[in-house]
């Protein structure tokens, strides 16, 4: 359990001033669960005191709250299954203070926020000003940015037995073109995650069984759908592929086989399932530039073409596919999300709003 202290005001959850991103689980709106990566709380407020209530249910390796406070961005260890009260009050300022808090990893834990403690005489003010660009990833563990922090290990496998303590998704390459576009950001990424199931590494489930998911995760047996009118992107980025060779290089061993037609059909059968749920928005589809065979990147590309949609795009990093062989590092993501958005932002409309 935990206590209001003396001098304290709790924020109302649902306070018109606090401006939450992502796919977040509202059924109890004083108890918003966070589940997926960079989905997040925003809100500006005065005064020198702010304690974070929330409880981390665990599921795999160290599990830290992502934190911004007046541009400083760090994270915040958390106990495993139990509630943890934060006080972050030695990190704000005299005057106004702009606080994010941040799932920084993927399914891995799940947070449940309960509490926002201020000091009495403080107040919460009106949030940022919304960016009116929306973009939507749908990725692996890069787009999640596991293993991103230790930029000492760019071009290298990745540091031994790091459990997950150098993941952080503000450092991934999709915030960082994110925030390089000035561009709302929903990250559907998941480590280890493959288009089908019974491919890859999480569990056998891929990602034609969550990306229409609030709630995915089978380690928590609580699946819930997602009402897609709650964001609609003007652009969408696709980088899934990169897991698919999990048990077997089948695209790289057999092109023309049953397994790899079977994989392409299933990718352009789930683009055109994006599409319907935004008729209107540009899709990127691309991979990464962690190692992988070409062969992926070319089946990629006979989808591109076979769908015939002129706002369907294929995108290739310049050292697609052969960057590193191990994870995607912050500076080497900062390179992806360089050319990623210099690509977007040449779309011509790209962020026109949809007809009504």
């Known amino acids: 359990m935990w206590t209001q202290l003396p001098g304290e005001k709790r924020i109302a959850l649902d306070d018109e001033n606090l401006q939450y991103t992502g796919r977040i689980d509202f059924a109890d709106p004083q108890n918003p669960v966070f589940l997926f990566t960079a989905s997040f709380v925003r809100f500006r407020m005065t005064g020198h005191h702010l304690r974070v209530v929330l409880t981390n249910t665990h599921h795999l390796w160290e599990n830290r709250l992502g934190v911004v406070i007046n541009g400083e961005q760090f994270g915040v260890l958390l106990d495993w299954d139990a509630l943890n009260v934060i006080d972050l009050s030695d990190h704000l300022r005299d005057g106004e203070n702009d606080v ?69 998704v503000w450092f991934s390459y999709a915030w960082q073109t994110a925030r390089l576009l000035n561009a709302e950001i929903s990250d559907i990424a998941q480590g280890g995650i493959a288009l089908q199931d019974g491919n890859g590494y999480f569990f056998d489930t891929g990602m034609l069984s969550c990306w229409d998911k609030l709630a995915y995760n089978p380690f928590f047996h609580d699946e819930k759908p997602w009402d897609f009118s709650r964001f609609t992107p003007h652009v969408v980025v696709v980088a899934i592929g990169q897991n698919d060779s999990a048990k077997r290089n089948f695209m790289a061993e057999d092109y023309d086989g049953e397994q790899a037609k079977r994989w392409r059909s299933d990718y352009a059968g789930w683009i ?82 949809d007809p009504e």
């Open 100 to 168: 994010m808090l941040f799932k920084r990893q993927d399914s891995c834990y799940k947070m449940t926020l309960h509490a926002l403690l201020i000091g009495e005489n403080a107040t919460l003010l009106p949030p940022p000003v919304r960016p009116n660009r929306r973009i939507e990833f749908y990725g692996d563990s890069v787009s999640a940015g596991e293993v991103s922090e230790v930029t000492e290990y760019a071009g290298k496998l990745d540091p031994p037995d790091h459990q997950a303590r150098y993941n952080n």
């Open 272 to 353: 055109r399932a994006i599409r319907g749920k935004y008729p209107h928005a540009h899709i990127l589809l691309t991979t990464t530039i962690m190692a992988h065979s070409p062969e992926w990147d070319d089946a990629i590309e006979e989808v591109f073409r076979e769908l015939g949609d002129e706002k369907v795009h294929h995108f290739l990093y310049p050292k697609n596919g052969c960057g590193t062989p191990g994870h995607v590092r912050a500076n080497e993501a900062a390179e992806m999300a360089k050319a990623l958005a210099a690509y977007i932002e040449a779309i011509p409309n790209v962020w026109q709003e």
